[in-house]
Structure formats: structure tokens, C-alpha cells
């Protein structure tokens, strides 16, 4: 079911400082930065030779990394996004197979325009796994 | 300086358990299990088209991903591992550059025979980050 290991997300308190420790510290190639207000986040993309790690930044009032970063106050690993080829099949057949998913259990668009869902973090060994449809 | 994002490390109380999960919920590829009593874990690769995920259990009374997992009891990602091409070269510049490397500073042979060594997760966003030379 899974195929590529789309990114790791890393929760961050400041994105300006993050970018610098990937960019100056590890010599990374990073992104400009992107705010998805409906996502509740500003991100910016660490690209890698074969994945990318997003960086993460809360953005307004109800973002859903808030809570995170307030338990994990330099930041920390929020989830990994797993590729998918169907979202709506694998979605069924984990559900069948007892995995809970977050929220209504529909995929919504993620950030980066594709249909994405997170699965149960108490299912998976303790990690948010969000899943991404990739044509 | 970093390259390919070598694996995820994800600490799991219970290694067939976790196989069962990411093999039959998840139908991912994955390896045999191997024991390593110098690192203090038995674990198994994740074999993704782009990277691997490494399932670890404690293995032995000084198993270095013990307290990890006392502390989260159903497991959790432990850490990312980046490649570079020289790790000396590599630690001399993060050193100057105010970073930490834990341990005696100095690298080891990792579970794939790779010189590694880790970096203090303060200095790095919350997340323990392993560096492996692969040449």
C-alpha cells in the first residue's frame, strides 16, 4: 500500500531560525517560505536528494501544531507522510483492518494540493502518519 | 553537507508487532530482523522506493532507546539519519559552528558498518539527528 516517504514534518517556533540551522548549519537546499493560513501553518521545504523535510511554523490562532510546540518547546518531529496511489481504497482498506483516521475520516486537500489524510498516532506505533495521494 | 535522508528510526516496545503493522496494515516490504547487541536494539528495515523506515526494540539492560520509550509507551519516532560524504570533515564544521555531537565527539560504527555519529537534539529543533557517512 505505502510507496514513497513523501517528507518528514518537524514542528518549529520559528521558522527564520530554522531555515537558518537547515540552510547555514547542514548546508541544505531549502525553499522560500509559503504560509497555508487553512492549514494553519507557514512551511518552508528542505529538499533532499530522494525526500524532503518541511519545517513547520504555526500560523494563527487554531493551528494544529500549537499544541505540539507548547509539549516540545525547541520543536520536534510532528509526523511522516507515506505515498499512496488511491487515498479512498487504502483509506477503506485501513479502516477495515481496524486503523482509525483523524478527523472525519475524509481526505482533505493537503498543502501541497493533493488529497491527504492522517492516520491515529495510538495505531502506528506512537507517530501521526499522514498519507498522500500521488498520481 | 547533508545529502539523502538515509533512514527514519522509529522505537517500538514490541518488534513482531510493529512488522505486523507496517507488512500487513500498512503492506510495506519488510526485512528480517537483526540483532545488535553493541547498539543496545533488535530491529528491521522498511524497505520504502526511496528511503527506509528501521523499526527498533530494546535489546539488553543498557539499550540506549529504553528511557524513549519508557516515556512513550507505545513508541515514536527517535530519529532521522542524513548522509554525508566525509563525516570528519563534516563534524569538524558543525563543532566550529557551535554544534554538539554526543557521546566522546567522536564517530562510530553504525548498524550498517557506516562511520555515525549524533547530534544534541537542542541544537537541532528538538530532533536527534544521526549523521552516517556513506561514500
Redesign the interface.
Known amino acids: 500500500?505505502?510507496?514513497?516517504?513523501n517528507h518528514?514534518a518537524?514542528a518549529?517556533p520559528n521558522l527564520e531560525s530554522?531555515v537558518a540551522?537547515y540552510r547555514?548549519?547542514?548546508?541544505?537546499e531549502v525553499s522560500d517560505s509559503q504560509s497555508l493560513p487553512e492549514h494553519g501553518v507557514r512551511l518552508v521545504f528542505v529538499d533532499?536528494?530522494?525526500?524532503r523535510?518541511e519545517?513547520m511554523e504555526p500560523l494563527g490562532e487554531k493551528s494544529p501544531i500549537a499544541a505540539f510546540l507548547e509539549k516540545?518547546?525547541?520543536?520536534?518531529?510532528h509526523h511522516?507522510c507515506?505515498e499512496v496511489k488511491d487515498i479512498a481504497i487504502s483509506s477503506a482498506e485501513?479502516v477495515a483492518?481496524g486503523?482509525r483516521v483523524l478527523g472525519d475520516g475524509k481526505p482533505r486537500k493537503g498543502a501541497h494540493g493533493n488529497p491527504v489524510l492522517f492516520l491515529h498516532?495510538?495505531d502506528?506505533?506512537?507517530?501521526l502518519v499522514e498519507l498522500e495521494e500521488v498520481g
Request: hydrophobic share 55%; charged share 10%; proline share 5%.
Open positions: 500500500m505505502i510507496g514513497r516517504l518528514v518537524i518549529v530554522a540551522l547555514d548549519m547542514l548546508g541544505a533532499l536528494p530522494n525526500t523535510i519545517l516540545n518547546g525547541r520543536g520536534g518531529i511522516i507515506y485501513l483492518k486503523a498516532p495510538a502506528f506505533l506512537g507517530t
